[in-house]
Each structure stands twice: as C-alpha cells, then as structure tokens.
C-alpha cells in the first residue's frame, strides 16, 4: 500500500512550509505532491529547489506540480491526485498540517480492516477519516472533532455511509481528516469545481463512498488552521446554506433503500439546516440572514427536532456519545453492522 500526500497551495508558503514538513517528516516515508494554483510568490522556487535538494540526498518523494493558470482549489485538487502514484491519498490543504504518524495509523487501519473484517466481501475501504484538532495561528487548539463510534478504529459498511452523513453520524468532515483511495476518487469524477471552497470536499465523500466501506479512527492525527484569512470566511452565508442543502439533496438520494423507511422527510431537513444558519447568522450579528433564512422553517417542530438532536450529539462528552450511538434507534442499524476492530 503506497499513500501519497497531496498539499494544494496558492500563495501561502509561509504556511506551505510547515504543511510540507509535516508531510515530509511521517514515520512511514510516502509520496508528497504540491500542487500550486500558480502561486505568484516564492512557492515555485522554495519547492523546485528543496526538491532538487533532496534529490542529491537520494530522496525523490517531494514532486511539484504547478498550474498553468490559477484554476481554484478543486482543479488543483484533481490535477494533484492525477500526478501523484499513490493508491491512496491523503489531501492537505497549505495552512494545515498532520501528526507524524498520520499515515502509519492509516495504513495500520486500513490493513487491519482489509485481512480481518471483509474477507468474504468484494468490497473494500475507499475513504478513511480521523480526528483533527482546529488549532489558532499559533498552533493553540480550540476545539477537537467528536468521538464517534465505537472503539478506536472502526468500520461502517458501504450501505450505511450516506445515511450515517444525512444524520451527521458520521463526521469525514474537512480535508486534513480523510484519505482516500485514488481509483475511486478517479472514477467518482475528483471534485466539483461549481462547488470551489464550498463543500467540494463533503460532495467529493459522498461520490467516492458508493465504490466502497469507510473506515473511522478515534484519534486525533491531523492539524487545521482556523484563521481570518481562510478562503471559506469569504463566502457569503447565503452561498454556504445554499451549498448545504444542495450537499443534503445529495446524500439524501443516495441512501441505501434499507434506510428509507426511518429517514427524515427532506423538507425537514431543509428547515433544520434553515434553522442552523440562522442562528449562525445571529451569532455574526446579521438580524437580516437569520431573520430571512428561518422566515418558513421556525414553525417546523420537526425541523427544531433534527436542530436540536446535532447540538446534543456535538456536545456530548465521549462516553455519553458512545452510549447515543447505541441507543439512538436512528443509529441503530449503524451499530448493529459497524465492526470494532480495536
């Protein structure tokens, strides 16, 4: 099994450095492939001549790839993952960076899962997904993604995926937590560049889990930088709950048939994810966005229902998650079928 680590940058190599020792640095030695959206700064020099360095030290894993054009971050993502050689990929953004035995828990998960859990099964593992820690500028961290599951690492059939993503039961979350198989991100289409910086990612999840299992480790591997200047801040609010709906629309369609009889109606979801944006809204002091957004939805109970069930998951601490997971009879099913492997 060969990972290869794909940094995606534009202009920031002030903060690419850090990304490309963390990756260079892993306990198990991989591929690392920074694709730049033709930075304007010094990125192309520091890279070209860092790689020629290591070179002389025998060491070719740092490849540099550079668009012709600035394209955005999903096409530097796709043209990344095509120049790189790994069967898996692990993406990172240039302001975020991983724990030095990132890949080997990765790798030690993925291979426990494919000699002792699907045996019988003609399906494999094509994502895989970790904690992270959002760290401030100065590596301080805020806050840590939940625990979810049972036990350290643990699996969650194909079939299961896209309802557990519906009801946020299972967190893929942001780039810096997930690695995925290169094949099936190939034959999923890569990323959506419509969707640039604005959920391309989750839309990318939910296109590669149809090929396969997922795979969840309870432990915090990776590194994401919350800050000002982070592109996503920039996207109007509008823009974001419209692209969470769409991203809903989508895993909604995709549930396996076995989960429709117990799935939410989707205009619930619809007033749930209204409800959550405005009060989004009201904490960055925009009475009019959150005014508007639950101008329909603040009179769905079903809609307060689903709100209030993903504050409480979000908060809970971990045991009282675990205990939710196997008692919440919408993640009853998930339980039943999610093997613990450690």
Known sequence: MKFSIVITTYNRLALLKRAIDSALNQTVSCEVVVADDCS???????????????????????????NQSNQGHSMTMNAGVAAASGDWIKPVDDDDYLAVNCIEEMIKAITTYQTKVNQNSSLQAVICSC???QVDPNGLELSRTRISG???????????????????????????????RRDAFLNSGGWDSSLDINCDDIDSWIKIAQFGDAIFINQCLAYRTIWPGAYNQKISLEKRLDANIL????????????????????????????????????????????????????????????????????????????????????????????????
């Open 247 to 342: 991203i809903k629309e989508k895993i909604y369609h995709r549930v396996h048939q076995k989960h429709h009889i117990r799935l939410p109606n989707l205009e619930h979801i619809r007033d749930y994810l209204k409800l959550h944006w405005s009060i989004v809204a009201l904490k960055k002091a925009k009475l009019r966005n959150a005014c508007y957004f639950c101008s329909t939805s603040v009179f769905s109970l079903q809609g307060w229902k689903l709100l209030l069930s993903s504050i409480l998951n979000r908060k809970q601490p971990a045991s009282k998650l675990k205990q939710i997971f196997r008692e919440n009879k919408e993640a009853e099913v998930l339980v039943k079928k999610n093997i613990l492997i450690e």
């Open 150 to 180: 049972p036990g350290t690492v643990y699996y969650i059939p194909q079939e299961d995926i896209h309802y557990g993503m519906l009801l946020e039961q299972v967190p893929f979350g942001t780039p810096i937590q997930v690695a995925y």
């Open 40 to 66: 304007s700064d010094e990125t192309e020099e520091y890279v070209r001549a860092l790689s020629a360095s290591l070179v002389q030290q025998g060491d070719d894993r740092l490849v540099y790839y550079r």
């Open 131 to 133: 904690q992270s820690a």
